[in-house]
T-cell receptor
Framework: DVKVTQSSRYLVKRTGEKVFLECVQD?????MFWYRQDPGLGLRLIYF???????EKGDIPEGYSVSREKKERFSLILESASTNQTSMYLC????????????FGSGTQLSVL | GESVGLHLPTLSVQEGDNSIINCAYS??????FIWYKQESGKGPQFIID?????DKRQGQRVTVLLNKTVKHLSLQIAATQPGDSAVYFC????????????FGQGTTLQVKP
């Protein structure tokens, strides 16, 4: 089974802090994604990556950046955390070819105070 | 714009009954659809998917129906169990072969004992 691991289950940060959310997958997938999940808004795509050092903006990239230095790891960075970034963050990966199925991690609940 | 919507935010069923969760999609170019289940405190888990060249696909206790004429997708769960209580999301792949999924907002399924 594909395993997508997010390093933290819960995080509490202060406004203005730089925040790193880490995600690792063990299936050699090329494609990795970061979503945020908010009540009433569903899952919204922040950034995704098709390959090492490649990144593409999703639907809501403002206030975020990403890093993909190794194939298995995709990091989401909040340069200066704000209270409106309090949310559940979900990482996902997808294999090559025509499969479009995403495999998700367990999520990181981030609270920015 | 593209949107995927679920008809009801909450569905309550009796244990042992069949459940039907509905989803409407707006992009007629979508050719791949998928259902996820998300239990409290966990990331979304794949349930079943279907391509547009099919109108029905069955899994273990679950069936997905696709009606392309009215752009409607449904998930049927047979003999609903307490462990089926979760939020269910539908998603479509949209247009442009981007490899991204567009998610609906989710329906909460509550199973009464």
């Amino acid at each position: 089974d594909v395993k997508v691991t997010q390093s933290s289950r819960y995080l509490v940060k202060r406004t203005g802090e730089k925040v790193f959310l880490e995600c690792v997958q063990d299936m050699d997938h090329e494609n990795m994604f970061w979503y945020r999940q908010d009540p009433g808004l569903g899952l919204r795509l922040i950034y995704f990556s098709y390959d090492v050092k490649m990144k593409e903006k999703g639907d809501i990239p403002e206030g975020y950046s990403v890093s993909r230095e190794k194939k298995e790891r995709f990091s989401l960075i909040l340069e200066s955390a704000s209270t409106n970034q309090t949310s559940m963050y979900l990482c996902a990966s997808r294999g090559p070819g025509t499969s479009e199925k995403l495999f998700f991690g367990s999520g990181t609940q981030l609270s920015v105070l | 714009g593209e949107s995927v919507g679920l008809h009801l935010p909450t569905l309550s069923v009796q244990e042992g009954d069949n459940s039907i969760i509905n989803c409407a999609y707006s992009n007629s170019a979508s050719d791949y659809f998928i259902w996820y289940k998300q239990e409290s405190g966990k990331g979304p888990q794949f349930i079943i998917d279907i391509r547009s060249n099919m109108d029905k696909r069955q899994g273990q206790r679950v069936t997905v129906l696709l009606n392309k004429t009215v752009k409607h997708l449904s998930l049927q769960i047979a003999a609903t169990q307490p462990g089926d209580s979760a939020v269910y999301f539908c998603a479509e792949n949209g247009s442009g072969n981007t490899g991204k999924l567009i998610f609906g907002q989710g329906t909460t399924l509550q199973v009464k004992p």
